[in-house]
């Protein structure tokens, strides 16, 4: 790149990926760089910032609150400037080189992680995709850079972020095979009495739209706790006479671990099941082809799950 106000934009593209490594080996590696080459290049990024960027935490590199807040637009401006000097070339997905960041529950990536993985070795090699969890508190990740794409129910109401919901969605029941809730016409009262339940909730809640579906009725049901993640709860339930939830698009989980998936005898709400994305990324070819493959990956799963009953 060029130089502009004596800052040479070379160290934007440095920054761009010493920010998403958070390792100057890394980020070397990605550069084609020496270590000593890309320590030399945080150290002129710092004294342009006036911010360390990156400092030791224990054995890794942590990004400073400066860096945080700058993040978005530095990865903003970068793509920009590929896009105005090297007009169509990220159209060829085997030229680029990048690291996308899903964010969603644990379940997305153990469902879709391998189809994901192997679609990206296929399409686009130069591509690298990293799965973070939902955190227990609610920071606007997107708009900040933290993540390229949300997957899953998005609650967000943030007016900068674009939404696309695929489909709805409604929970079921899950068990381990022999429960007794799985013998006999299950009722309500069956469900909310037999057993006790267990939460899926990443903020650590002990009640949901089950709870208010049976308060409807005059009903309570026993919840014993909760867990942060859909994957975690399904361990629990196939050693225990818990009953967990899990979504449609996770129920190859449960098969897999042998457990019995049910219909909930209750009126839920459906939720929408879809993507989210910060409009930086509109005119990204390469973030285009990544929601692509999200949306066709949720589309075969909405097609290939019955019916709400």
Wanted: proline content about 6%; overall charge neutral.
């Amino acid at each position: 790149m060029t130089q502009s106000a004596g800052l040479d934009l070379n160290l934007l593209v440095a920054l761009d990926v010493l920010l998403e490594e958070q390792s100057v080996q890394g980020a070397a590696q990605r550069l084609h760089l020496s270590e000593p080459a890309m320590s030399r290049t945080l150290g002129r990024i710092r004294k342009a910032l006036g911010d360390p960027v990156l400092v030791r935490a224990g054995r890794r590199m942590v990004p400073t609150p400066h860096a945080l807040a700058v993040r978005a637009e530095v990865s903003a401006v970068v793509e920009r400037a590929r896009a105005l000097f090297a007009p169509g070339r990220d159209a060829d997905l085997r030229t680029v080189t990048r690291t996308f960041t899903i964010l969603g529950h644990d379940s997305v990536a153990a469902a879709h992680g391998a189809a994901l993985f192997a679609r990206a070795a296929r399409e686009a090699p130069g591509v690298r995709l990293r799965f973070l969890s939902e955190s227990h508190v609610d920071v606007p990740v997107l708009r900040q850079g933290t993540a390229d794409l949300e997957v899953g129910v998005i609650d967000t109401t943030a007016p900068e972020v674009h939404v696309e919901t695929v489909y709805e969605e409604h929970m079921l029941g899950v068990v381990r095979a022999g429960h007794p809730l799985l013998t006999g016409e299950l009722t309500p009262e069956r469900f909310a009495g037999e057993a006790g339940h267990l939460i899926v909730s990443r903020r650590g809640r002990q009640r949901g739209p089950i709870d208010e579906a049976l308060e409807e009725l005059g009903l309570k049901r026993r919840v014993v706790g909760s867990v942060g993640t859909y994957p975690a709860s399904l361990f629990v339930v196939r050693e225990t006479d818990l009953v967990g939830l899990i979504s449609h698009w996770g129920r190859s989980l449960a098969d897999t671990l042998g457990l019995v998936t049910f219909e909930i005898p209750l009126p839920l709400p459906a939720v929408g099941v879809g993507f989210a994305w910060h409009p930086r990324h509109d005119a990204d070819p390469a973030h285009a082809w990544l929601r692509g493959c999200v949306r066709e990956l949720m589309a075969q799963e909405a097609a290939g799950r019955p019916s709400p009953a």
